[in-house]
Structure formats: structure tokens, C-alpha cells
């Protein structure tokens, strides 16, 4: 009996200390300006966090954003695969009114549209001044993706985006890397 309250008094105060970390993380935010014309182009990924839609990627991940029109923005996600082969996927995204950081992300078919479940949250949560670097997170803190311009990028700079996003209350302990830091 006692052996059974140690481990509830255990498993307890792990998920106090748990919960007293998620709370003194700060919000995820987007940044405040988002200028998408110099954004747009091609970005390298340096890392991310897991997901189902990359698991084939091994290396050169790259997406390449284009001004497709007025509230349009193309979309273009590749990568190498195992096999030496590059996959592709093209979607569109479009910008959330009154938050110049955030922007919604498809890549279902346009038929599809309509429905709010095809469009996942792409938010710019640090931004370079001269738009060399950027890392895109969401709210849920299940997405976390590092950018560069640059096929590399600087381990002193790779480190702050990291604790910048440690401190939002992602955890990077699965953080994938998808290119060398120099």
C-alpha cells in the first residue's frame, strides 16, 4: 500500500512540475510584420520537429514561397529522399487577417478548400531583419520548423532560435536536423 502512494506521490508531482512548466512558458507568438515579398523565395530547412509529412525526407529540404496574387501565396515543399529520388508537394497559403506573422497552409486539392481542416497554422514566431533566417511554429507547439536562406547555418544562432523556442514551450528533445551548422 505504502509502495503504491510513493509512486502516486511520484507521478504527482511529475505532473505538477509538468504543468508548472507549460505554464511559465511564454505564449507562441507571431511576429508583428511580416513583409511577404521578402519572404517569398527559397528557404533551407535546418531542423524540425517530427511529422508524418516529412518522414520520407533525408535531406535538401527546401520550400519556396511565391506571390501567386493578392491574399495567394504558392506553396512548393521538396526534399531528397532515401532512394536519391526528390519529392515534391505544392500547396498554397494566404494570410490571417490582422496578424501579419501568421498565415494558413494548405496542401489539399482546391476542391477541398472550403473545408477549415484542410488549412493548418503556419506562423512566423522569429523573423532575421534581413529575412536570412526564420523559424515557423503554431500555437499547439506540435510544428516547429528552422529556415535559413543558406543550406547552413551558425551554431550560436541555431542555439538562440532554439531556447527562443524552448522558452514558448516547445519541447525539441525529437528535434530532427535536416542540415549541417557551421
Known sequence: MSH??????????ALAFCSAAASAAQPVASVPELDLSRY??????IAHLPMFFQRQCVADITARYTLDGPGSIGVLNACRTKDGSMDQSQGVAR??????????V?????WLSWLPAVWADYWVIALDPDYQWAMVGEPGRDYLWILSREPSMD????????AKAEGMGYDLS?????????
Open 4 to 13: 503504491r502512494l510513493t509512486v502516486r506521490g511520484v507521478i504527482a508531482a
Open 40 to 45: 517569398a523565395g527559397q528557404w533551407h530547412e
Open 95 to 104: 494570410p490571417v487577417e490582422g496578424h501579419p506573422g501568421r498565415l494558413e
Open 106 to 110: 494548405r496542401f489539399a486539392p482546391d
Open 155 to 162: 551554431r550560436a544562432l541555431f542555439d538562440q532560435l532554439k
Open 174 to 182: 525529437p528535434l530532427v536536423m535536416a542540415a549541417p551548422l557551421r
